[in-house]
């Protein structure tokens, strides 16, 4: 809500936005480098091992007609359902299905929302994998404030989550923006993965620990988000609508696509001293523009950047 | 994330949906009976004297050529702002201007983008008010779930709350999705009201107290939230992207279009019994597609229920 005419001033909010300015404003207050930094100048301040490369085994792309989605695997959360999605992938399974539902302040869901396709390679039934078991060895970040739907919160793998140290001591994903999981009926059906969703509004977290995760969208959520809204229940486009249902071009592993076809990202590491200057300066916000700073942020609130690395 | 094929059990998930689904089953399982009840069934259970109408002095329809954006203003929280914008609603001065930003996950941001227009009626300059002093006599409905930016949160005429009870003694709308506020540039420039801006995506708590609300969306959200992003810094549209605006065909005060042009709504009142049990019934979800009720609940994930009435 900053205003068009302070342009210049508000780039400095953008993640990762005119480092340039960040600079200048800097060096013409010699007295503010007192103040806590504000995130973009930690981004700055970033080394190259500050980022990681997503796993191109584990980074699927969506292509729409607008433009690629890209989604990053956790295998780590739901390894059979992941590995079926793959196994999708790797058929072509799901070249040409519809986004069919698309529920305001809540999520995009597409793929065999017809049930039209069958699958060869994919299980019918898989384990219900909404958390795995949690233990001291897992590399967890903890973010160290309250949250009240979780005992902590914290990043495991570059991914949001929740943890609950005592029994039955477990780990999931939470269910925040641009979250990946898949579409089921009633338990103890889990899905095949055939119906995958993101999240496009609030972070929905009663449904964590419902319903089976398995990634995040790290590129092109706007594709997603922008979506004309079913007016169908829940959603979903009605039977006169089925023109406004986008088709999906292909769906691919980045690995399986030739070198010249991928989009090369880095995404910040959660596991390093940078990050945790990151969420302070995320949690506080010390921009020009701030009066208030929070002193506080929810796991759902800290979108980790992401940004082109040249090829 | 149901799927399209169980969209028979699904319906009873969406709000005020199919009540006669619900009835049906129901009247097949009486033993359910002892289950609390979902919320759809606390809905059904609603008197007429469990809503309200808003007052159309304070509604604003913001009408576009898709459709129409529905605003209830909040004068007990900034009342000199609300007024300028009422006093600029008569003027017709929002007509013909733009939504000149959509930042994914952020904001939509509407109004004299360009500063091309000059309000007759509309005060220059406003006090700051981002909060409103709080008072033991205030009517506020608590939400006891505890939350991390605010001492406590719950609602006040109706729109969601932060408060705080110690000094500063504060209370303030806090930014959920749908919420309305006045771009501003740095402060203590605190907007006239000129540029406004809806919240499209997970709740910016940590703007609360920074920015100066002015109500709520309670119908349209999907014409502000499904709009084509601008690639400029912060969503702006770039130069480039002009053909891309939205422009306002016209912004009116309920009350000053004539009765036939109305959309008559009405909002689940919040200070209700009834609401207590519908909150509950939303923290703890017991619809047969759960498996785990989260036992939590945020302000910002209660949409309170809003539906037409006859004419």
């Known amino acids: 809500m900053h205003r068009a005419a302070a342009s210049s001033i508000c780039t400095v909010l953008a ?14 207050e010699p007295a503010a480098r007192d103040k806590p930094p504000i995130s973009a100048e930690v981004l700055e301040s970033a080394q190259p091992s500050d980022w990681r490369r997503p796993d191109p085994a ?11 989605v890209i989604i990053e695997l956790a295998p780590r959360f739901a390894p059979e359902h992941v590995a079926n999605i793959k196994a999708m992938v790797r058929e072509k399974f799901f070249d040409g299905l519809p986004i069919g539902r698309v529920q305001d302040n809540y999520v995009t869901q597409w793929g065999d929302m017809d049930e039209i396709r069958k699958s060869e390679a994919a299980k019918r039934q898989l384990p219900g994998e909404t958390a795995i078991a949690w233990s001291p060895s897992l590399p967890i970040v903890k973010l ?24 039955p001591a477990q780990v999931w994903m939470t269910h925040c923006y641009g979250i990946v999981g898949v579409g089921r009926n009633d338990w103890p059906d889990n899905g095949s993965g055939s119906e995958l969703y993101a999240v496009i509004g609030q972070a929905p977290r009663h449904l964590d620990r419902n319903i089976v995760l398995v990634g995040r969208v790290i590129r092109g959520m706007e594709l997603l988000s922008s979506l004309p809204r079913g007016s169908g229940a829940l959603g979903f486009y009605t039977v006169d609508e089925k023109s406004r249902r986008t088709l999906i071009r292909s769906a691919r592993l980045a690995g399986e696509v030739p070198a010249a076809e991928r989009t090369n ?47």
Request: hydrophobic share 40%; aromatic share 8%; charged share 20%.
């Open 15 to 28: 993640l990762g936005a005119a480092p340039g300015l960040v600079g200048q404003a800097a060096a013409a």
């Open 265 to 311: 990202l880095e995404i910040l590491r959660t596991d390093t001293p940078l990050f945790t200057r990151y969420v302070e300066a995320r949690r506080n916000r010390h921009e020009s523009w701030f009066v208030r700073p929070a002193g506080h942020i929810d796991v759902c609130n800290l979108a980790i950047p992401v940004r082109d690395i040249p090829r």
């Open 144 to 167: 160290p404030d309250a949250d009240g739907y979780a005992a902590q919160t914290g990043w495991l793998d570059g991914f949001p989550i929740g943890v609950e140290p005592t029994p």
């Open 58 to 68: 584990n980074t699927l792309y969506l292509d729409l007609p607008a433009g690629r």
